[in-house]
């Protein structure tokens, strides 16, 4: 019994091995961002997408968020989020030091029987 509950309470405890959610990118339209955005996309999702993140790809992100989606924001919050997104993730930002995912958190991560995430297809 005492064995069992011991590897509950193991189990229950947080990780230090556990990567930290990274933050969005700092600049004007972030806090809009978080309100509007974080609470369906992760920033790590965001960050995903940032190098094929043009000003068109993101204003059809956003526009589908807000028509099929419903996403609580008016024409001048859209607008806002889509000068930040350009800004902060769009492929012309020469600053990557803000990028907060690690580059290699997902490499050679298995994630189902003969798959990998960032390298090549494994045997079973």
Known sequence: MNRTLWTVTLMLMPSGLALAEPEAAPGEGRELFIARCSSCHS??????????????????????????????????????????????????????SQSTTPRSSMSKTSVASGLMVGGAPRSP
């Open 43 to 96: 920033v790590d999702y965001v960050e995903m997408h940032a190098r094929f993140g043009t000003r068109a790809l993101w204003e059809s992100q956003v526009t589908k968020m807000r028509n099929a989606y419903k996403a609580p924001m008016s024409d001048e919050d859209a607008q806002i989020i889509l000068n930040y997104l350009e800004r902060q993730y769009g492929p012309g930002r020469t600053d990557t």
